[in-house]
């Protein structure tokens, strides 16, 4: 993602904030102004954001470390106006894993909670009258601060477990489902549950917080994506790589120029290369690799492959390839055998009209 700043890493997870984060702390400073605040409740106001989302952090850490429970690791954990997302390489797809991981993350929001409950004195708030308890809660003090921040964790719990997947309590109802049914029909459920939630968010953004528009796009879009990854994904189920493979590929040589790339590119279809050397495959030419440096034809192809790539092996199963895809974020894997040897490759191009064709004979 652009326009992020790296934080550093906690358990080997990257944690990185994207720059329109700052939009949240810019708005909660705005609206301090027009209450009236002073320097102090603005700088409080700042403190209570940062430190809310300190613990939308350790949420994400919830769900990444179940996730590595069940040998499922987690890429980054990105800080977004409206929340916090862990990359996650794949859910788990049995139930009870999927329900632990999902309730994973409430659940460090559950425990800080607690913990706040047991440092703030909740009985000199909860024993006052409506105007004492505002002059109060107006105080830029560290108690009030923490009341303020027990009263988040509570409502991301209480947020986070509404059931508009893919939110967290959208994935708890998708598990729930999948003990009863498979798991492509509980899917398509409890995203159509995710996306009604969604448009009921969208119109009381319109009314009430510009912050619910985004969220009830995040949901509507997040839902039928990964509606239409899972469903995929059943289609493909007991399929081999080997059946959806390109075996009609030009094999490059490192010492090849990108103008002779040209040449292959415009005679056929390929955009993709594999780059191979003494039958041993050194690297890939990705389209987008190629589009960079179409100005300098004279430059050999060992200079911009790219030589940090993973291979697939053609009896691995069809569905391997989209966890690929997700982990690495390489659309263009080479095929092998069990020996190594190249046997073409297989990219989202063709494995989506491999899917198109499954669909077809299925209907």
């Known amino acids: 993602m652009k326009g992020v700043l790296k934080l550093g890493k906690i358990s080997g997870i990257r944690i990185e904030v994207h720059w329109t984060f700052t939009l949240i702390l810019i708005w909660v400073v705005f609206l301090d102004i027009q209450r009236g605040g002073t320097a102090n409740t603005a700088f409080m ?44 390489e794949k859910m788990p797809e049995k139930p009870a894993q999927e329900l632990i991981v999902a309730l994973a993350g409430p659940a460090v929001n559950v425990v800080i909670a607690m913990l706040l409950y047991l440092i703030v004195p909740m009985q000199s708030y909860f024993g006052l009258d409506a105007d004492s308890l505002v002059q109060l809660l107006s105080a830029p003090t560290l108690e009030t601060l923490l009341f303020y921040l027990f009263i988040a964790n509570i409502m991301l719990v209480v947020f986070n477990l509404i059931p508009a997947f893919p939110m967290d309590g959208g994935r708890v109802f998708r598990a729930l489902l999948s003990f009863t049914m498979d798991r492509a029909k509980a899917t398509e459920i409890a995203a159509r549950l995710g996306q009604a939630l969604a448009v009921v968010f969208f119109i009381l953004g319109l009314f009430f917080n510009p912050f619910l528009i985004l969220i009830a796009l995040f949901i509507f879009l997040g839902a039928y994506s990964e509606n239409q990854m899972v469903k995929q994904k059943s289609l493909v189920e007991g399929h081999l790589v080997k059946e959806a493979l390109l075996t009609n590929i030009t094999l490059l040589n490192p010492k090849n120029s990108l103008a002779d790339v040209f040449k292959i590119i415009l005679a056929g279809t390929e955009k993709d290369f594999v780059v191979a050397e003494n039958g041993t495959i050194v ?61 073409g490759a297989i990219d989202v191009t063709n494995v989506s009209e491999f899917l198109m064709l499954k669909t077809q004979l299925i209907s």
């Open 45 to 88: 106001n700042i403190v209570l954001i940062l430190l809310l989302f300190f613990c939308v952090i350790l949420h994400e850490l919830g769900h990444a470390l179940a996730a590595r429970r069940f040998n499922i690791n987690t890429r980054k954990i990105t800080l977004l106006p409206i929340g916090g997302v862990a990359s996650l």
């Open 283 to 343: 690297g890939i030419l990705q389209h987008k690799e190629i589009i960079n440096n179409a100005k300098n034809g004279s430059l050999e192809v060992g200079a911009v492959m790219n030589t940090n790539f993973s291979t697939i092996s053609e009896m691995e199963e069809l569905n391997e390839f989209f966890v690929k895809v997700n982990a690495t974020r390489q659309r263009f894997f080479p095929v092998t055998d069990y020996n190594n040897n190249i046997l």
